[in-house]
C-alpha cells in the first residue's frame, strides 16, 4: 500500500515537474528580472490577478457557459447522426457506395474554412459557432463509428444468431456493444477538436464565449486576460477527457481488463 | 455414392451431394468440400477428423447456416437449412463468448433471444452455471476467465438454448494438454446430462484422432481438399465411458487405422 502510493506520488512529481519550471522560469523572466513588457508577456501574478477581476466580475464565468453550451449542442447533434450514419456505412456496402465519396469531399475542409458560408446563411452568434464546432465534431464521431462498424467480429454474430437473437436483438446486444468503444474513441476526439474549433469560429462569428474573450482582449491590449482564456480551454480541455475517460471506464466496464 | 447409414435411430440431419467452393483472391474457384453425403442421427455424436484445409470447418459452418452450399442439399427434419437457428447450437474453437456479458449474461442470452420469461431464465443459468462448474464466477467477464472456463461457458451458453443439435468447431484446439482431457470429461458428462431430457445429435469437428474416438459414436474421416468422406468408423465404445477407454487395445487400433488414412498422401 505504502509502495503503491509512493510511486503514485513520484508519478505526479514527474508530470507536474515541466510545468513547475515553467512557472519558476516564467515568474523569475517577469515579475523578477522584468524582461518584458507587460503585452508581450505579463506576470504570472498579473495572470492570477486578471483572473480574480474576471472571475469576480462573472465575466469568465458567462463566456465559459457559453461556449460549454454550444459544444453540448454540437457534440449532441454529431453523436444523434453520426453514430446511426456510420453504423448504417460500416454495417451496409451500399449505404457506404453512396455515402462515402459525398463525405470523402467534405471531410478535408477544415471546419474554419465555413466560417464565412456559416455567416452569411445563419449570421453572426450561437448558430454559426454550434455548425463549425458541429462539423468537426461529426467527422470524429463518423469516422470512428465507420471503423467501429467494420470491426464487428463476424463470430460474435454468428453465436448471437444460432442463439435465435432476431435483427433487433442482434443490433442493440451485440452490435452496438461492439461498437461502443469505437463511438467512445470518437466522442473524445470530437471533444478535443470542438475544443480548437469552437475557439476560432468565436474569435470571428461570435459576441460571447472564451474565443470572443480572447478576441475582444486583443483589442484592447490585456494579454493577461487573453492568457487566463487560454489556460482556462487548457484546464476546461483536460477535465472533460478525464470526465470522458471515466465515464468509459463506468459504462465499459469489460474495457477494463485493457487498460492498465 | 448414397448416404451414409446412421448408428443410432431416425435421422436428424441428412446431406446430400454437398459441395462448397470459394471464390479466391484471383477469382478463380477453389473446391473447399465435397461432393459429400452424411446424415447425423438423432441422439448420434458424430466426429469428423481430417487433415487442416480439408474443409471440415466449411461443412460445419454450412449445417449452421453461416454459409451456403454451392450444390446439393442439407436438411434438418427434412428442411432446407439456409439460416442459423436456435435449433442448432454451436460451440466456436475460439469461444465467441460476448465480451460485455458476464458468465451468467452469456448463459442467459439464448434463453432470453428465444423469448424466455426472465425467471425461467434465470433458472437455466443458474442450472448451467453449476453443470459446467462456473459456481462462484457468475458475475466476472470473459477476459477475466482461464481457457478452460471461458470454453465450458460457451458449452453452457449453448446448451441453455436446449438445442437439438450442437455443431461443434474443434472446441478443444485452443487449451493445453491437460486442460484438454479434463474438458473431454466433463464433455461427455455435460453431453449426458443435456441429452437426458431429449435426445441431442452432435457434429464435432477436430484433428485430435484421440478426442474424436473418446467422444464420439461415430467418426467420418475426411480426405484433403476439397474433403470428401474416406472412410467411416462406428466407435464400438459403450457409454458411459470412463477415461480407461483411452488405454484399451481397441482405442489404440482404431487410433492407428485413421492416422494411417490421414497420412496417406492425397496426390
Given at each position: 500500500m505504502m509502495r503503491a502510493a509512493d510511486s503514485r506520488a513520484r508519478e505526479l512529481g514527474w508530470r507536474l515537474m515541466l510545468p513547475m519550471l515553467l512557472l519558476v522560469v516564467w515568474y523569475v523572466a517577469t515579475d523578477i528580472l522584468n524582461l518584458t513588457h507587460p503585452v508581450i508577456l505579463p506576470s504570472p501574478t498579473g495572470v492570477v490577478r486578471a483572473f480574480m477581476r474576471l472571475a469576480s466580475s462573472g465575466e469568465l464565468l458567462n463566456n465559459i457557459g457559453a461556449s460549454l453550451l454550444r459544444i453540448f449542442y454540437a457534440n449532441c447533434a454529431a453523436l444523434l447522426l453520426g453514430v446511426p450514419l456510420g453504423l448504417a456505412m460500416g454495417l451496409y456496402k451500399p449505404v457506404e457506395r453512396l455515402c462515402d465519396g459525398l463525405l470523402s469531399l467534405f471531410r478535408?475542409?477544415?471546419?474554419?474554412?465555413w466560417v464565412p458560408l456559416s455567416i452569411l446563411w445563419l449570421g453572426i452568434g450561437t448558430l454559426s459557432v454550434v455548425f463549425i464546432t458541429f462539423l468537426a465534431a461529426f467527422f470524429a464521431v463518423l469516422v470512428n463509428t465507420i471503423a467501429g462498424a467494420q470491426a464487428v467480429d463476424k463470430q460474435l454474430v454468428r453465436a448471437a444468431q444460432s442463439l435465435g437473437a432476431g435483427q433487433r436483438r442482434l443490433m442493440v446486444r451485440v452490435i452496438l456493444p461492439s461498437v461502443a468503444p469505437a463511438i467512445f474513441t470518437g466522442f473524445r476526439v470530437a471533444i478535443g477538436v470542438s475544443w480548437m474549433s469552437i475557439v476560432a469560429a468565436e474569435l470571428i462569428a461570435?459576441?460571447?464565449?472564451l474565443g470572443y474573450m480572447i478576441m475582444y482582449y486583443r483589442e484592447v491590449l490585456r494579454t493577461d486576460a487573453i492568457i487566463v482564456g487560454m489556460l482556462t480551454i487548457g484546464v476546461i480541455g483536460l477535465a472533460m477527457d478525464f470526465g470522458t475517460r471515466w465515464l468509459e471506464r463506468r459504462l465499459l466496464p469489460w474495457r477494463t481488463g485493457f487498460h492498465l | 455414392m448414397s448416404a451414409v447409414q446412421t448408428v443410432?435411430?431416425?435421422?436428424?440431419i441428412i446431406a446430400r451431394e454437398l459441395t462448397k467452393r470459394f471464390q479466391s483472391a484471383h477469382g478463380e474457384s477453389v473446391e473447399a468440400l465435397g461432393p459429400i453425403d452424411l446424415t447425423i442421427g438423432v441422439g448420434e455424436f458424430l466426429a469428423i477428423v481430417g487433415p487442416s484445409g480439408c474443409g471440415k470447418s466449411t461443412l460445419l459452418n454450412v449445417a449452421a447456416g453461416f454459409e451456403q452450399a454451392s450444390s446439393g442439399t442439407i436438411e434438418i427434419d427434412g428442411r432446407t437449412i439456409d439460416a442459423p437457428g436456435p435449433e442448432r447450437g454451436v460451440v466456436f474453437q475460439d469461444y465467441a463468448?460476448?465480451?460485455?456479458?458476464?458468465v451468467a449474461g452469456n448463459i442467459g442470452f439464448g434463453p432470453a433471444s428465444v423469448g424466455l420469461p426472465p425467471d425461467q431464465v434465470e433458472a437455466r443459468v443458474r442450472h448451467w452455471i453449476k453443470l459446467v462448474h462456473l459456481e462462484g464466477s457468475e458475475h466476472k467477464y470473459p477476459h477475466e476467465l482461464s481457457g478452460g472456463m471461458r470454453q465450458r461457458c460457451a458449452l453452457a451458453r449453448c446448451l441453455a438454448n436446449d438445442p437439438e443439435v450442437l455443431l461443434m468447431d474443434e472446441p478443444l484446439a485452443a487449451l493445453d494438454a491437460l486442460t484438454r482431457v479434463r474438458l473431454q470429461d466433463e464433455l461427455l458428462e455435460i453431453w449426458n446430462e443435456a441429452s437426458r431430457e431429449r435426445p441431442k445429435s452432435a457434429l464435432y469437428i477436430t484433428h485430435a484422432i484421440d478426442e474424436a474416438l473418446y467422444l464420439a459414436d461415430r467418426i467420418i474421416v475426411m480426405s484433403d481438399?476439397?474433403?470428401?468422406?474416406l472412410r467411416e468408423i462406428v466407435v464400438p465404445f459403450a457409454r458411459p465411458r470412463e477415461s480407461e477407454v483411452r488405454t484399451l487395445p481397441e482405442f489404440h487400433r482404431l487410433a492407428d487405422e485413421i492416422w494411417r488414412l490421414l497420412r496417406r498422401p492425397s496426390a
Open positions: 478535408p475542409i477544415p471546419p474554419l474554412a461570435a459576441p460571447s464565449g | 443410432g435411430a431416425s435421422p436428424k463468448l460476448f465480451p460485455w456479458l458476464s481438399r476439397p474433403g470428401r468422406v
